[in-house]
Each structure stands twice: as C-alpha cells, then as structure tokens.
C-alpha cells in the first residue's frame, strides 16, 4: 500500500506554498500523524526553515548517496539504483528529505526520457527515471511508518514538477491574495 502524497503548487511563486507546508507540518505532528515533509524546490527554502545554515552546509558539502533527494535519484541518471533516502529527523515523527540546488541538474534527464516514455519499445529505463521521485519517497515514508508525505515544488511546469505531479495523490493550489483591479 502505497503513503499519500500531497503536493503544493502553483505555477506563480510567492503564493504561501512553502510557509503552507512548514505550518501544516507541525500541525499533523501535533495531532500525532506522522509526516514526511519532501523539499522538491531545488532553491530549498523549505528545508532552510527546518534546518540551519551548518547542518544545511555540511549536507550539501559532503554528498552522501541519499543524502538529499536528488543524491537518491542521481545514481539513475549512471547504471546505478535509487539510493534510500536519509532522513533529517526534525522531532519523532516529523522527518524532512532536504531539498539540493543540485536537483536542477535532473530536469535534464527527465526531459529526456519524457518523450521516450511515450514510445512503444524499451520503456524500462524511462519509466524507471519517470517514477523515480514515487519510488524515493515511498521508500522514506516506509522507513519511518509515515501517514502522509507533503511535497513543496517549485513554480514551474518543467520536467521535475511533471514528474512529482505523478506521484502525486491530492494537489494542494495556495492562491496569494492579489490587489483586485476592479475594486
Ligand atoms: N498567510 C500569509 N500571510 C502573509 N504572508 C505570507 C503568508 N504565507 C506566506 N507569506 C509570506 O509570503 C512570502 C512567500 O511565501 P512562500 O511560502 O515562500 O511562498 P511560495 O513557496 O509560494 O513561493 C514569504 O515572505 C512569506 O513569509
Ligand atoms: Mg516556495
């Protein structure tokens, strides 16, 4: 059985998407679900409102396989398998799979395989590279028994966002409230 997945986006920045997540995060965990909080925004504002700048530097500084989502999904892009993501554990039952700057480097590869996703012979590897994302958070929510995983993307339409919307059960689109022109 697999652990839903509620994904926050919106294609304009700047809405509350991530500030939504972090609230809502300690709200479940307060209520005693436990949750996964993914940061899929490779500019991590998410996890640099969990984490501070130290733990934030040595993570990115001393790559581990799975030491971020992109370092789980990055031994794909080689001949390599997902590496089982690490964990930060923010307080028992509250756990964050850290966001990557590197993560931008992905899209490339996943627009790659896009296309060929829709062909009709040797779908394996684009498959494999499309549900990569499902596959790493699934395996996190596992590891710590979660009720439900929360994902922050960023706001665009591009491969990542696809990809993630694909693995997605229930999206969550925060609106900002904007100056009416007409009032
Ligand atoms: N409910 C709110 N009321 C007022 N300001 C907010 C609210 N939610 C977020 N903000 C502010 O709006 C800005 C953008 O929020 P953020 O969560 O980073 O949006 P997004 O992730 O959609 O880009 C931040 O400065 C944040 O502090
Ligand atoms: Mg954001």
């Known amino acids: 059985m697999s652990i ?8 304009k920045g700047g809405v509350g998407k991530t500030s939504l997540i972090y609230h809502l995060a300690w709200m479940f965990a ?13 500019q991590a504002n998410l ?5 501070d700048e130290d733990r934030i530097e040595s993570i990115w500084n ?13 031994p794909l892009t080689g001949v390599g398998d997902i590496a089982p993501p690490i964990y930060q554990e ?8 850290p966001g990557d700057v590197a993560l931008s480097s992905f899209e490339d590869t996943l627009s790659t395989e896009w296309p060929q996703s829709m062909g009709d012979h040797n779908l394996y590897r684009p498959m494999r590279i499309l549900t990569a994302f499902w596959q790493a958070l699934q395996m996190a ?19 990542i966002n696809r990809s993630v919307l694909l693995a997605t059960d229930f999206v969550a689109i925060p609106l900002g409230a904007d100056l009416c022109i007409l009032c």
Do not use: H, M, W
């Not at 996890?47 to 984490?51: C, G, K, M, R």
């Not at 923010?90 to 799979?97: Q, S, T």
């Open 47 to 51: 996890t640099a409102s969990f984490l």
């Open 90 to 97: 923010v307080i028992p039952g509250l756990y964050l799979l």
């Open 62 to 74: 001393s790559p581990q396989p799975g030491s971020t989502i992109y370092q789980s999904v990055k």
């Open 4 to 11: 839903p997945v509620l994904t926050f986006f919106n294609n």
């Open 30 to 42: 307060s209520l005693n679900k436990r949750v996964i909080i993914a940061d899929l925004d490779p």
């Open 141 to 159: 929510a596992r590891e710590t028994s979660a009720d439900i995983i929360l994902v922050d993307i960023a706001p665009n339409l591009g491969a």
